[in-house]
């Protein structure tokens, strides 16, 4: 079921993009016959034919407990809901973690309207260590590293932060300087050579879709790395080889790849640049390619006009 599932949320989510960049309507959303990874629609008369492809290598363990969690959170969460996971991130199986994380992502979700997203906020541990009295420098490792400077600004003396725990931080500038807030009052209560431990969160996007009835988990498992782009660019020629295949024989009139990536934030993704570093023969089957990435859609090649553009 899971498999399935995903397909059709994540063609879901491609499709509401295009229908808004494009104001197209698309109807009768299906898979393709014999094909789970082939998800059809039609729009003003013409025929889409969408293969979805995962930008990870497939773990079974993963995969089972991802479809174990997503089965817990059905039970308490109805509607057609996409969790993503961010780079690195994990799902608790001890308890009390693990019911927690079915608490929380359920509260989230409960009031989102249909197209709404939000972010789930999970405890996440982070670590303050004081070295010296002077300066006012903090090193920051773990997912807020990148905001080292703003962290920086706040603390008088010399820091160490491990938020090694934090692999996604709010997307929310306001709801990022309560954390760093947090973090410069922790310091003035410390003496050099003394730690203090104290808890943050990870902020994970979690999305209600128009349509659809189920719960998916999107994420690739914690020890594959997005940032390889080797990596990236050996499983982009591999999917668009075997979407290629998997669309040759589908009737439709616009044939076209939806990319599942893992990161951060969108806007971080690399997939659209990766695409442009390989050759044009490898996705010249297609009319076009399109980037999922942590609850968004864009497109990232169209290399030729679409029917109902013109």
Known sequence: ????????????????????????????????????????????????????????????????????????????????????????????????????????????GAPLAPGARTEVELPARARLAKTRDEGGYASVVGGLGRYWTAITERVSGTFVLDTTAIKRPPLDERTRDSMFDRVAQLATQIDTGQAVEFELWDSWTLQRLAEGDGFVIVGAPPSFDPTEGAAIRRLLRQRLTEAATALGSVDADVRGVALVAIVEFAEHEGVSSALRSISPALYAPFDLLMVLADGEARVALQPRPLPWAR
Do not use: K
Not at 55 to 65: A, H, M, T, V
Not at 71 to 83: C, T
């Open 1 to 108: 079921m899971e498999g399935s599932l995903f397909t059709e949320f994540a063609a879901r989510l491609a499709f509401a993009h295009l229908a808004a960049a494009f104001g197209r309507s698309f109807a009768n959303i299906g898979p393709a016959a014999g094909r789970e990874d082939v998800l059809l629609a039609d729009a003003n008369g013409r025929r889409i034919a969408l293969s979805i492809a995962r930008l990870w290598e497939d773990d079974p363990s993963w995969d089972e407990r991802r479809e174990q969690m997503a089965e817990r959170i059905r039970a308490s969460l109805r509607g057609p809901y996409l969790l993503w996971v961010p780079p690195h991130g994990d799902l608790p199986t001890e308890e009390p973690a693990a019911t927690d994380f079915v608490r929380r992502v359920s509260i989230a």
